[in-house]
Structures are given as C-alpha cells and as structure tokens.
C-alpha cells in the first residue's frame, strides 16, 4: 500500500500461495492424514527429529543462547531473541545464521575426518558424504541456500567420484538450474539470490585478488580471511542495500573478527553437543559451558560494534542499471588490476637482453611475442606492428595469432564467463589511445567509477528540484513524510499497532510492530538519513507507537510534541529515549515556526499559548497530564513554494471552531526574532508531572540558520491547498466551519482498511462533497504523495 514497500500479494506468489482461506472456529475444519510417502509428510518427519535435535541444545544452553545455537546449527531461528537478531542484522552478520555452504563445508569435514580415522577408501568417503547429505539439508529446514549448497555438494562429490570434478563455477551454474527448473518462483528470494551472488563472487574474485597479493606464509590465514570478506562484501553490497538499506561501517571488521570463530569453533562444538546430549550429558555440557563463554563474548563485540550509531549508514533503494554497473565496475577493476601484475611480474623476469633478442629473432623461428601490454616507445610500435600484419597474406610465415590472455582472472576451467570480457579488454589495448592502454590508468577509472556509483547511491535524488509531501499508509494511523527541496525532512507521526490486551500464550515472541515493519524501511529505502525534525502531534498509540523504531533507527536531530503526558499510553518511553539521545525536545504552542529552508515553513498553530497546557513559573516548566489526547494536537501549516497544506491531527470539532474564532486572530507571520521554548531535561523522568524541566535556548543555528520562533499578532492567513482530515475522518472532525474557512482543494484521510471504528465516517464525506473538496484516502488510494515546484503542484496515488 505503500510505493516501494512490502508486497504481500508478490511474496505470497513467490511462496506458491495464490488463495487465502478463513474457517470461522476449529469445527468448520476436517483433518484427514494425507499419504505418509508425500513430501509435506517426509518434511514433517524431518521436522520432528529437528524439533528433537533442538531440545538437546536447549537443555544445554541457557535460555539467552538457546535460540542463538539452534540457528547456528540447525538453521531454525524461531526461538531466537529478536533484538539480538536485530543486532546482528545491523553488522551483517545474519548469514552465520542461515544455514548455507559454510554450514554443508564444515559437516562435510568433520564427518570426512572421522571416516579417514575409520580407514575407509577415499571412493567410500566420498559416497558416504554423498549420502550424509540430504537428510542434513532436511534437518536444516531446506532453505534456497543449504539447497543451494548442498546441490553444489552433491554433483561436486559425484564427479569427484568419477575424476571428473569441475571448476565451482560450472557446479554453481548447475545447482541454480537444477533449483529453477524446480521451483522457478525461487529466483525472487533474497536468500536465493544472495547465495548465489556472493558465492559467484568468492568464485571469481578470491583467485583474481588472490594473484595481486604477495605470496607469505606468516599470516597468511588473517590474509586469506580478509580475501574473502572483502570480496563477499564487494559481492553482496548492492543486493544487500537493495533490500535491507542499511551497511555498518564495522561490518567488515566484524565478519572478519567473528565469522571464523564462530563458524570453526562454536558451530562445531554445538553440533557436538546436540549429538552428545542425549548419549554422554556430562560430555556435551562440558562442551556447552565452554562453548557459551564464547557466545557471551561473541554478544559483547556484536553488541559493542552496533551501538555506534554513527557507523550504521543508510542507502537508498538502487536501481537495476546501478546494480548493474557495480558488477561491471568490479569486472574491469579485477581485469585491470590482473593485467598490472602480469605486465609487473613480465617486466622483472625478462632482461634486456632477452628483449633485444626477442626483437630481432624471426617468428618463423620460434620468436615470441608478448601478449600483455609491453612497456616503452618499441613496446608500442611491435604491438601496432603486429595488429597491422596479422593475418594478411604473404605475413612473417610460421607466426600464430597473439591474444590478450586475462585467464589469471579465474582458476582452471574458469575462462567461459570471461570470453566477453577477455574479447572487449582485447579489442581496447588494440584500439584506444595509448595513455588509456596503461592498466594503471584502468585501474584508477575504476576506481573512481566506485566512488561515483557510491555517491549516487548514498544521494540518488541529488540535486533534488522539488519538495514532496507524502501521506503514508500505516493502517488506522497517521504518519506524514517532508521533504524539502534543500533535503530537509519531517516526519509528522509514525501511526502505530493498536493493542487491546491478549493472553500471555497469544502474545507472539516477534510482534508485528508497524514502525520495525513498515515506517523505518520505507525511510530507509528513500534515503532518509537523518529527521531534521520529528512531529508527535500527540500521544495516542496510533500516532506515536512507530516512532519508538525511527529514534533507534535513524538519526533525529529535533522533537516537537504538544507538551502534556498520558499516564496510560507507551508515549513516555518515547520521550525518555529521546532525551536519552540527546534530541532537543520542544514543547508547542500557537505562533511558533520552523523555517526549513528557503522554499519550507512549518507553523503552529494549535495548542494556544494561553491554554495551560505547560505553565511556567520562575525559568520551569509543568508538564501536564492529558488523558484524552485529540484536543490537544499540535496543528500544524506547511507551506512550501506558496502551497500550504494543514494538518490537524486528531482535533475535534469543537478545537476547530475555537481555533478559528478565537486562535486565528493571534496568528501571523513570524518575525525575525527568537524566543526561548521549553526544552525538556535530559533529567526530567517523565514519569509524572515534574518541575524540574528546565527551560532551553534554541539558538539560531550556524548550519542554516533554522530556529523555532515566536511571533506577533497580525491577520489570519489564507485557504489552503491539502487538508489532512482530523481523527481520520471521523464524524467529531473536519465540521462545515472549518472546511469554509480553510476552503481546502484536497482532503487526504489517513484511515485502515476495514477498521472497527468505520473511518471515514459517511457525514464526514458528505461534509467534503458540499464543501467541493476532492477527498483521497489511503484505506483505498494507498499512499498519497504530492510534489510541489515553484509552480505547480501535482498528486499521486497507489491504489493498493
């Protein structure tokens, strides 16, 4: 429902669901044993003993590392902590979890090292491992990538068997048919696609950089490690942004760090307990207590790295031509960069002697030319020499046809993908320029080519040449996106999961929360990296309840919210974390403004000033208790480039008709001069009503001059081109008076599908039909996005 965001339909298609049904109770349904010989019922089998097999590793973990190692070992992450998945997932470190190639390599191993111990041929072993393999891939719940991996196992030991093993790449190509001609719907899974991405990569590239590096023993394990993370981030960096918009700055220390430790000494000892358990406990909780140290330790660098906050960037959804020119880029760098050693290492073999030699001496003879990029002025001329004469009748007899090699790019067996390559690097060191047949120059264009790519898509809409306002959908809620042209954003509300009490045993370990699941990734798939200011116009859940995720997941640099507390809402963690960040906190009041940038303005115009809400008395300030939050929203006008759009919040009726009669006569345009507002202490406990909040200076900032303001009386302002319901469209909000002093365009309401409460109410739509104001709602419409220039303003809908 919202442009860019989760597709249920897609993902549902992708799993082979294409119907939905509903039983109304337990007795509408007749269970019936299907065939035990189907594949549900041998995958449920399959279930079982893993269901098994995890026990043994919950009676020997504790409960904090219990789910961790069932993850690790046996790929079922439903037991698993969420917020340490969520730490985890912010280092890129999820696929230690996901049981894949690593997981097939090392079982394959151990089980060949203790089968080499039982004295076995080496044709037996590989059978026996051939075997060893399914029911693993079963017992680590058959996902795309221990499909993936085990597939590749499966033909490689095969063809081992029969000494005909191939290169990984020709066993990668042909795991991905095998899997697609089964299931052709896998290649839209993410864990299909990163498995076989970052698997191409380690393939094509640990060799390539492999070559450019020298050749030492002291190390060379760290050095090999750094290979391959390096090369897997490189691999995996644009699919990764593509859907999770987000790369820590440690990631790559991180993996480094813990990948293999925990892949070579804490996934192996808790295979070992899981087997041990049920027949030698004493040995396997030996093996569990050591082992969790580990753990405890792994959980301490994972949780020191993430918290830096300012590691964690935020990228914008790339495009598909931008993916694509990435792996292009890597293509030529690792192209360059091999034909630099090649000329280097040539370079230092041959004297000069054997050059001059090799000069003069007839081709007929047994002469040799160089394939590679000579050095110096004769380099040149041979090379042109050669490229004019080849081929042509009555050329030097006995001469073969030269060619560029960039084999060293790939292992044995490995040449086929690089054909094209090969061929168009070939036809360049023939025709270009000669400064541009260096393999230096090569390299730097590419390396330059990175940077450019990086800049886009850290800044996509760069520069940006109009602001935008956009109406999400977040079911029955409100959540508002700004941005400006200058690259300003506000975020007005962040909707929220209404919660009407459940039982302890319908309680889910992994709620769905509308902030973790829906706000914070769409922000993050358009490039939000950072709030410049956030709105709460008050502290109902529906409003609030997502911005809990956005002040843990994006940078807020300023909070506005309408200065009281509810005893009985979730509201209260909310401020304490942002006080706990260090994020100025404002309460609002009538008159106040924020100038954005030069064409953005936001102005408040609700609560009065006057009307009690927060008094101060000599430099402090009260805050007060407001259990019934509507009548106390902050209203706000936006105006952007002459268009002003008004939101309301959740204001009744009756606040409308008193703002009208009696606010607007105080509102007016903002003078220049600042006064002080209340900011919140960092040492206010927010939890009842306190005295000790301090009031704050707001400077005029050195970065833009932007500052809430204070004004004096002048005339009320104009209609306005969008307004946002109030309430959602309830019948208590949005009354004729309001909408004929406001005389709005468009009216947008933000309300769920289906709701229990029947938003927008029938009185309400009739209200915006006499009043001849077009009404979009984002129950029916989706999101709701409108761009504004210095001349025009236009609207688009999602219909969901």
Known sequence: ANRGGFDYRRYLRSQGIH????????????????????????LGRADAVRSQLGSALERSYPAAQSGYMKALVLG?????DPGLYARFARLGLTHIMAVSGMHVAVMLGLLGFLLRLCRLTKEQILLALMLAVPPYVLLTGAAPSIIRAGVMALIGLAAARAGKLKDGLHLLAASAVLMLLWDPLLIESVSFQLSFIVTAGLILGVPAVNRLLPDIRKGKFLLDSLVVTVVAQAASFPVSIYYFNQFHLLSLPAN?????????????????????EPIWPGASHF??????????????????????RGGATIWAKPSLWWISAWYGVLACLLAALAVWRRVRKKKRQRSPEETSGDETRPLSDG???????????????????????????????????????FSSLYSAGEKTPAVYVNRRFRAFANEAPRFLRSPGVCSFACFAAVGLLLFHAYHPDWPRSSAQVDFLNVGQGDSTLIRTQSGKVILIDGGGTMDF????????????????????????QRGVHGIDLLVATHLDQDHVGGLSAVLDSIPVRRMLWNGTLKEAAKAEPILQTAIGLDIPVYSAGSGQSWQADASTRLDVLWPLAASGQASITKGEREIAIAEEQNEESVVLMVSIYGKRFLLPGDLGSSSEQKLVREGMTEFVQPSTEA????????????????????????????????????????????????????????????????LAYWKPSIAVLSAGLNNRYGHPSGDTMERLRAARTLAVRTDLDGEIQFEIRRDSLSMRLLRP
């Open 367 to 405: 002469g040799h030319l160089d394939p590679h990029w000579p050095e110096g002025r004769n380099g040149d001329r041979r090379l042109t020499r050669f490229n004019r004469h080849h081929g042509r009748h009555g050329s030097t007899p006995g001469g073969s046809r030269q060619e560029y090699d």
């Open 675 to 738: 006064t002080a507002l209340g900011r919140t202490s960092a040492a206010t406990g927010l939890g009842q009503p306190s005295t000790e909040a301090k009031l704050g200076q707001l400077p005029t900032e050195a970065r833009g001059g932007q500052s809430l303001t204070t004004t004096e009386k002048d005339t009320p302002i104009a209609s306005v081109d969008v307004l946002k319901a109030g309430h959602h469209g309830s019948k208590n909000s949005t009354s004729p008076l309001w």
């Open 501 to 524: 009490g459940k039982e302890p045993w319908r309680i889910r370990r992994d709620p769905y929360e509308i902030g973790r699941k829906t706000l914070v990734p769409l922000l993050m």
């Open 256 to 276: 480094l760090l813990l990948v293999p430790f925990i892949s070579l000494l804490i996934m192996p000892a808790g295979a070992a307990v899981m087997l041990l």
């Open 287 to 308: 093996i569990a207590a050591l082992s969790s140290r580990g753990n405890d330790w792994s959980f301490r660098v994972v949780d020191g790295m993430s918290s830096w």
């Open 19 to 42: 119907w939905l049904l509903q039983v109304q109770g337990t007795d509408a349904a007749d269970v019936s044993p299907g065939s035990p010989w189907s594949a549900a019922a041998l």
């Open 76 to 80: 079922d992450s439903d037991d698993i």
